[in-house]
């Protein structure tokens, strides 16, 4: 599946990861790679995954992925599943990274839930299956890669 830069268009996953090694080695500056998925249902259900690579207190690049699946009107498994989605886009950063020598990128996973609200129930869990995974673990309002740059693209 393709990823979109809203810059450079359509990028297959090596373009995308090409793109990233050139945004970090072009200026030496802190950075986070942050993965995070949103979706939105409505007839069927629309899943948004972004990749953003942050260059701390100087900008960033973002990149998306989109799949619609049936709709999934249980938010229980709806959270599970974008948790399961952004795990799988950064096991593959990971492991290109640490390939490649960049193995010491920080790596986030943003996710869809928060203390208040629906979604409070499952922080321990879904926060849990991430840090299991040996990803750092983000929740609102900490959590933008998700609420911010994926729900961008859900709609």
Not at 82 to 99: C, I, N, Y
Not at 124 to 148: C, H, Q, W
Request: no cysteine.
């Amino acid at each position: 599946m393709e990823f979109i830069s809203p810059t450079k268009g359509g990028l297959t996953f090596e373009a995308m990861f090409r793109d990233i090694i050139e945004f970090v080695t072009e200026r030496p500056a802190g950075y986070r790679l942050i993965i995070g998925t949103d979706s939105h249902s409505r007839d069927d259900t629309s899943f948004v995954t972004a990749v953003v690579i942050h260059r701390m207190g100087k900008g960033a690049r973002y990149y998306y992925q989109k799949r619609t699946q049936r709709q999934i009107t249980s938010l229980r498994q709806r959270i599970f599943y974008e948790t399961s989605l952004s795990l799988g886009v950064a096991g593959r950063l990971a492991e290109k990274m640490a390939q490649n020598g960049y193995s010491d990128l920080d790596v986030e996973i943003h996710l869809d839930v928060g203390p208040s609200g629906e979604t409070k129930e499952l922080i321990r869990e879904i926060v849990g299956m991430v840090t299991g995974s040996g990803f750092d673990a983000k929740i609102k309002p900490d959590s933008y890669g998700a609420s911010k740059v994926a729900d961008k693209h859900t709609k």
